[in-house]
């Protein structure tokens, strides 16, 4: 079964940020989500090194806890790994501007770190924020429709998560949704000039490129080259998000 919240990965794409599909995201979900409201953001509260050492707990769940337990995963680094297109069990019992449905009526978002002291590096939070905001967009909602999951839960301090000030958050995530958008995550282009490729790109450097990866050079970046790009980058150890930045040039 494909569930509804298919439109994630091009929503966080569109908006500029890196995106790294799951196997069977679509189909992965306890059941089909309600009339989304917002998204609730937590920490992983995990120590384990690397950008996102989680990602299977998130894709499978616990022993006393069924996954997936977020739609969204949020490495170190700043990629969104997109986990469920459907329910997710992240929320439990709570209430947020009247809502009390959390897992049906909000998207999870699980950021990678330990929550006892870790800092937060910028293009994780800059991430963050970009990525609430396009979510918010997506679905009509203000920034109010954000929050943490220390502030939903119930009762009161059940949750200490994220370990960060929400309301700082809620102010960025509101600039964002009215337009004051940061500079680019990636870097437009690398030290020997090659441009930042990705789904929607034309030209000369998507032929090199595809040529690269043994495809028809047509100069179209299209879903077919986004796909080989994703499978060369899984390969080679890197973040599979479809993106030829600097990291995958210099691999390829």
Not at 147 to 161: F, M, W
Not at 206 to 212: G, H, I, N, S, W
């Amino acid at each position: 079964m494909t569930y509804s919240l298919t439109w994630l990965a091009d929503v966080l794409e569109d908006a500029g940020l890196k995106v790294a599909e799951t196997p069977g995201w679509r189909s992965r979900g306890r059941a089909e989500m309600g009339a989304v409201r917002g998204v609730m953001c937590h920490h992983t509260a995990t120590a384990a090194p690397g950008n996102m050492p989680s990602l299977r707990l998130l894709e499978r769940g616990r022993s006393d806890l069924p996954g997936p337990l977020a739609q969204l995963g949020l490495g170190r680094d700043g990629t969104f790994y997109v986990i469920a297109a459907g329910r997710a069990n992240h929320a439990g019992a709570g209430r947020w501007e009247g809502v009390t449905t959390g897992n049906s009526s909000f998207i999870g978002i699980e950021a990678e770190n330990d929550g006892v002291g870790e800092a937060w590096p910028e293009v994780q939070m800059e991430a963050y924020a970009r990525g609430v905001a396009a979510i918010l967009k997506k679905i009509g909602a203000r920034a109010n429709m954000c929050c943490g999951h220390k502030e939903y839960a119930l009762p009161a301090r059940r949750k200490s998560d994220p370990n960060f000030d929400m309301a700082a958050l809620r102010a960025r995530v509101a600039d964002y949704i009215d337009g004051k958008t940061p500079p680019p995550l990636i870097a437009a282009a690398d030290d020997a000039g090659r441009p930042t490729l990705r789904r929607g790109s034309h030209g000369e450097a998507v032929k090199d490129l595809q040529q690269r990866l043994q495809l028809t050079p047509d100069g179209d970046f299209g879903p077919r080259t986004e796909a080989a790009v994703r499978t060369h980058q899984r390969r080679l150890g890197l973040v599979a998000d479809g993106i030829v930045g600097p990291a995958t040039w210099a691999k390829l």
